[in-house]
């Protein structure tokens, strides 16, 4: 299957600082990425939809300056957490789809996700 | 209401031992419908998608009930290695591939 990494793996900092995390499609072009937060015993939590070329769609209650997203190429997408504070510490998983002949593909591929702890 | 409830378990079954889950939607013009196995800490990777027709995958057989907006998950002659946590998963919108996930429900396999 398609492959999706994400770097750091894990991130600690500290309170009031800002940490981008990138996510890489390795082996396809990737025309839509998602981002989610995962917190501890609960669901994903789709953040918002990253579209290579535009401005990224959040879902209600994400805030978009506080969670900016640039998807400037088919392979990358980034995330940067600004300001970040302890309640923001979370498990961030992207995933990434592909366009074929037909449309869209219908499997999201994920990346292995990164763990942000802010003191 | 959540738009996707699981039973969060967890199942503590013997090896060899047959487990269901079962999942409720709340959308009922949900297109898609899907089960994710999620291990501690690492990200969900896709154990099958569900069909209203049914499908079998090996010691796995998936359900959807769109009158009871109800997917079920079957899994047979259980194994260690089946312990993971499982996601019921659905695409709510008809979107591409916008994804509603449940929280899960916890399976782990004894000897």
């Known amino acids: 299957g398609a492959v999706v990494s994400q770097h750091p793996s894990r991130v600690i900092c500290k309170s009031g600082t800002s940490v981008k995390i990138e996510c890489r499609s390795l082996?396809?072009?990737?025309?839509?990425m998602f981002w989610y937060r995962q917190f501890p015993k609960q669901s994903l939590m789709l953040m918002a939809t990253?579209?290579?070329?535009?401005?990224?769609?959040?879902e209600q209650g994400v805030e978009k300056d506080k969670f900016l997203i640039n998807h400037a190429s088919l392979t990358l997408s980034t995330l940067t957490v600004t300001s970040a504070h302890p309640e923001d510490s979370s498990f961030y998983i992207c995933?990434?789809?592909?366009?074929?002949?037909?449309?869209?593909?219908?499997?999201?591929?994920f990346g292995p996700g990164t763990r942000l702890t802010v003191l | 209401r959540k738009e996707v409830e699981q039973d969060p378990g967890p199942f503590n079954v013997p090896e060899g031992a047959t487990v269901a889950f079962n999942c409720t939607y709340s959308?009922?013009?949900?297109?898609?419908f899907f089960w994710y196995r999620q291990d501690c800490r690492k990200e969900p990777k896709l154990l099958m998608s569900?069909?209203?027709s049914g499908n079998e995958d090996g010691r796995f057989t998936a359900q959807l009930n769109r009158a009871s907006q109800y997917i079920s998950l079957l899994i047979r002659d259980s194994k260690l290695s089946d312990s993971a946590t499982y996601l019921c998963?659905?695409?709510?919108?008809?979107?591409?591939?916008?994804?509603?996930f449940g929280t899960g429900t916890r399976l782990q396999v004894t000897l």
């Open positions: 990253s579209n290579e070329g535009s401005k990224a769609t959040y």
């Open positions: 995933s990434a789809i592909f366009r074929t002949s037909g449309g869209l593909a219908n499997e999201q591929f």
């Open positions: 569900v069909y209203s």
């Open positions: 082996d396809f072009q990737a025309t839509t």
């Open positions: 959308n009922s013009a949900s297109q898609s």
């Open positions: 998963v659905v695409n709510p919108t008809g979107t591409a591939s916008k994804l509603t």
